[in-house]
Protein backbone atom coordinates (compact mmCIF):
# COMPACT_ATOMS: atom_id res chain seq x y z
CA UNK A 1 0.00 0.00 0.00
CA UNK A 2 0.92 3.54 -0.42
CA UNK A 3 0.62 6.62 1.36
CA UNK A 4 1.02 10.65 0.98
CA UNK A 5 0.45 12.32 4.07
CA UNK A 6 -0.76 16.03 2.94
CA UNK A 7 -1.06 19.60 4.80
CA UNK A 8 -2.86 19.35 8.08
CA UNK A 9 -1.29 16.26 8.73
CA UNK A 10 -3.70 14.23 6.56
CA UNK A 11 -2.96 10.86 5.71
CA UNK A 12 -4.18 9.58 1.90
CA UNK A 13 -3.86 5.51 1.81
CA UNK A 14 -4.18 4.31 -1.79
CA UNK A 15 -3.18 0.90 -3.29
CA UNK A 16 -0.23 -0.05 -5.55
CA UNK A 17 -1.01 0.72 -8.80
CA UNK A 18 -1.89 4.25 -8.71
CA UNK A 19 1.39 6.32 -8.69
CA UNK A 20 2.51 9.01 -5.64
CA UNK A 21 2.67 11.32 -8.63
CA UNK A 22 -1.31 10.78 -9.67
CA UNK A 23 -2.50 10.87 -5.70
CA UNK A 24 -0.83 13.72 -4.92
CA UNK A 25 -1.87 16.03 -8.38
CA UNK A 26 -2.58 19.40 -6.45
CA UNK A 27 -1.83 18.48 -2.83
CA UNK A 28 0.39 20.22 -0.99
CA UNK A 29 2.40 16.67 -0.02
CA UNK A 30 4.48 16.70 3.28
CA UNK A 31 5.40 13.21 3.16
CA UNK A 32 5.12 10.17 1.21
CA UNK A 33 5.95 6.30 1.03
CA UNK A 34 4.57 2.47 2.03
CA UNK A 35 2.80 1.13 4.09
CA UNK A 36 2.20 -2.36 5.59
CA UNK A 37 -0.05 -3.73 8.54
CA UNK A 38 1.66 -5.61 11.26
CA UNK A 39 -1.34 -7.95 12.45
CA UNK A 40 0.89 -8.92 15.77
CA UNK A 41 1.00 -5.40 16.76
CA UNK A 42 -2.19 -3.72 15.35
CA UNK A 43 -0.07 -1.49 13.35
CA UNK A 44 0.92 0.31 9.89
CA UNK A 45 4.53 0.43 9.60
CA UNK A 46 5.72 2.93 6.96
CA UNK A 47 8.74 3.21 4.97
CA UNK A 48 10.58 4.04 1.91
CA UNK A 49 10.19 7.37 -0.47
CA UNK A 50 7.89 8.62 -3.73
CA UNK A 51 10.39 8.75 -6.31
CA UNK A 52 7.59 9.96 -9.08
CA UNK A 53 7.56 13.73 -6.52
CA UNK A 54 10.70 13.06 -4.82
CA UNK A 55 9.22 13.54 -1.48
CA UNK A 56 10.64 11.14 1.31
CA UNK A 57 8.90 9.01 4.30
CA UNK A 58 9.22 10.09 7.63
CA UNK A 59 8.70 6.87 9.02
CA UNK A 60 8.20 7.35 13.14
CA UNK A 61 6.01 10.60 12.20
CA UNK A 62 3.76 8.94 9.68
CA UNK A 63 3.21 5.73 11.44
CA UNK A 64 1.73 8.23 14.25
CA UNK A 65 -0.24 9.96 12.20
CA UNK A 66 -1.42 7.55 10.10
CA UNK A 67 -2.48 4.86 13.17
CA UNK A 68 -3.81 7.41 15.14
CA UNK A 69 -6.15 8.66 11.91
CA UNK A 70 -7.22 4.84 11.73
CA UNK A 71 -7.27 4.68 15.44
CA UNK A 72 -5.23 1.93 15.43
CA UNK A 73 -3.19 3.24 18.52
CA UNK A 74 -4.34 5.73 20.86
CA UNK A 75 -3.82 9.16 20.83
Same mark, same amino acid.
Given at each position: /??? +? +?????? &? #?? !? &?DDIS??? /? ?9 ? !????? &????? /? #?? !?????? #?????? &?????? +? ?6 LRDL
Amino acid at each position: /MKY +I +IVENKL &P #IL !F &PDDISHKQ /MARGLNVTSAG !FSVYD &PCDNV /M #IC !FGESCS #IGVKSQ &PKDDEN +IINNFLRLRDL
